[in-house]
């Protein structure tokens, strides 16, 4: 019955009039329920609600609410994020490099070397490692040919050989703009050549490597000896190639041009020739 009475109280119909204070004429009147009222009420609640999202997702006026990102702001935490990620790789690598120098100076090999992604095995240390080595005798009789093939250079006869300083051409060592030239009395004693980043650095003619080092100066050093007492050297490079005692041909690559040293300002190659132990000027005898 509680139930009964209780919806019957909802649709119960009730009168609302609107009268003249003077007259007591009904000016205006209407017939609702309380069920009718609580329908208005919701659809108006849903109309109201359901206008100020549109405007908010649909219109500018979103930019407006505090903690809701404008474009702008999204374009500068996607740049900020991109650049945050290469600054991590960036220290990564160099974390890297640095332990990795720390190793070699404590006399033993970066792990990184013996690395293979593809097996799940263990690598042996750089002391079980030792126990690969060859024989005694092995070592002896490798060490005694490369000892005597070393610094084995081909040389000629000045009698035999018909080339002076004058008709002496030799092969271009890099494809680039010569941006500083010879000039001794500068105490420059070679051309310094501009080039691509990671160009290749060949050497002018046949001969062998009589030095292969980094200096803090003139950073990456390689010096090829070649016939006639002729010593080409090439400075500031990114990477070496080859090694003391290698022999080199013509036009071979021996190193990767770069920017290492304290005397450097940028990519290039600083390229000298030394003749008997005097330095000539390489745009004489190369065509750059």
Partial sequence: MAKKSKRKSLRQKYRISIINEETYDEV????????????????????????????????????????????????????????????ENKLNQY???????????????????????????????????????????DSLF????????????????????????????????????????????EEHWGVDLAAAPNEKVMSVADGTVIFAEWSLVTGYVIQVQHANNLVSVYKHNSTLLKDEGNKVKAGEAIAIIGNSGELTTGPHLHLEL????????PEKHIVF
Avoid: C
Wanted: net charge negative; aromatic share 10%; glycine share 6%.
């Fill in 28 to 87: 205006q009147w209407w017939r609702l329920s309380p069920i009718n009222i609580l329908i208005f009420v919701f659809i108006v609640f849903t109309l109201v609600g359901g206008g100020t999202a549109a405007v908010i997702v649909f219109t500018p006026l979103k930019q407006y609410i505090p903690g809701f990102p404008t474009a702008e702001m999204q374009e500068n935490i996607a740049r900020s994020t991109i650049l945050a990620d290469s600054l």
């Fill in 95 to 137: 974390g890297r490099y640095l332990n990795s120098i720390g190793v070699i100076l404590e006399g033993d090999l970066p792990e990184e070397m013996f690395a293979d992604t593809g097996s799940s095995e263990t690598h042996p240390t750089f002391m079980e490692r030792m126990d690969l080595e060859p024989s005694l005798a």
């Fill in 142 to 185: 490798r060490a005694d040919i490369e000892q005597r093939e070393k610094y084995n250079l081909q040389v000629f006869n000045a009698d035999e050989d018909e080339n002076t300083d004058d008709d002496l051409m030799l092969y271009k060592p890099v494809d680039g703009v010569v941006t500083n030239s010879f000039d001794p009395e």
């Fill in 274 to 281: 030394w003749k008997d132990g005097k330095a000539i000027d």
